[in-house]
């Protein structure tokens, strides 16, 4: 049972890692930095940025469980 979570725990993590890379910068944080500092004033995201967006929420879900029930299983 803690092998099978931590395995899940270490996809969901490079998952949430991946995902993150693949947001768009929003501007104002480390985006400026590498040249991620152009907004658009189109305003509103497009389809595949919300659902972008829910499947970082729920894959950070799955982390977040991943954590609390290794630390359960794990405890003394």
Not at 27 to 51: A, I, P, Q, T, Y
Not at 54 to 59: D, S
């Amino acid at each position: 049972m803690t092998i099978g979570i931590s395995i899940a725990l270490i996809l969901a993590s490079m998952l949430m890692v991946l995902l993150v890379l693949l947001h768009k910068g929003k501007g104002g944080g480390l985006s400026d930095l590498f040249g991620g500092g152009f907004s658009s004033s189109f305003g509103g995201s497009s389809v595949v940025e919300r659902n972008l967006d829910r499947l970082t929420v729920i894959t950070g879900v799955v982390w977040f469980v991943c954590i609390i029930a290794l630390g359960l299983l794990l405890k003394p």
